[in-house]
């Protein structure tokens, strides 16, 4: 797993790209990257999973955890380029209606 | 290729769900199951493992079965040895509904054993594709 982020001042947005899979294994690690991140600036995250190939159920515990810290600022977490296979999981998981999803190629 | 079985023993870490679902994705396509069932397939089993892991004891080890039986891929995932406790927290513990509800759509039937409140094995199957 790869993670990039860059700051938007203008939006106070974190634009972060997923890059590869996401597993209990690495999970950890996102999960402080992205708590960091709020700590350092409290904004807004855009995640881009163009390259994000796997996700299991303990990276989407990272995204609901992270999204319970933003929300205490009344911030939003948004996925893009999702892949449909991924997306799929969202939907079976029901996340889909709590995070805003943009699917790859749409 | 009927009744044809792969045994995969594991310690009972993170850093080798990454082998089990490997594995399972070379299994389910040696079977004849598309791309979309062994992405199902591969993910079932990682969640299962996930299941097993994330529990208040972990095992030492996990033995995992493959096999192929009347046209369907049948997986036993079976924690053994000294079952130790963890650190994990209820937050991840939380989660856990996660992955039943991943493993109940993509598998065609799970059963999970427990004993004492503490899942000891998950069984699944799903139909396969195809008939190679």
Redesign the interface.
């Known amino acids: 797993m790869d993670v990039k982020e860059k700051f938007n001042p203008d939006t106070n947005t974190w634009h972060v790209s997923l890059d590869g899979e996401i597993d209990i294994y690495n999970a950890p690690d996102l999960k402080d990257k992205l708590h960091k991140l709020i700590e350092q600036q409290p904004g807004n995250i855009v995640l881009d999973c163009q390259n994000l190939t796997y996700i299991d159920s303990t990276g989407l515990g990272v995204l609901i955890s992270a999204l319970r810290r933003v929300k205490e600022y009344d911030g939003q977490i948004t996925i893009t380029n999702l892949k449909p296979y991924i997306r799929k999981i969202f939907v079976i998981t029901g996340l889909d209606k709590i995070f805003a999803l943009e699917v790859q190629g749409t | 290729m009927s009744n044809d079985t792969i045994t995969l023993t594991v310690p009972a870490k993170?850093?080798y769900?990454?082998v089990t679902?490997l594995t399972s994705a070379a299994f389910a396509s040696r079977l004849g199951f598309d791309v979309?069932q062994i992405?199902d397939i591969k993910?079932s089993v990682?969640?299962a493992?996930?299941l097993i892991?994330?529990q208040a004891v972990r095992p030492e080890e996990l033995l995992i079965k493959f096999k192929h039986l009347d046209q369907c891929i049948h997986i036993d995932i079976t924690g053994q040895g000294e079952w130790i406790e963890t650190n994990i927290s209820s937050?991840?513990i939380d989660?856990?509904q996660?992955?039943r509800?991943?493993l109940g759509?993509?598998m065609d039937e799970v059963e999970f054993k427990t004993d004492n409140g503490i899942m000891r094995e998950i069984c699944m199957h799903k139909g396969c594709g195809g008939s190679s």
Do not use: F, G, T, W
């Open positions: 993170p850093e769900v990454m679902r979309d992405e993910m990682a969640e493992i996930i892991l994330n937050q991840d989660h856990a996660l992955s509800y991943i759509s993509m």
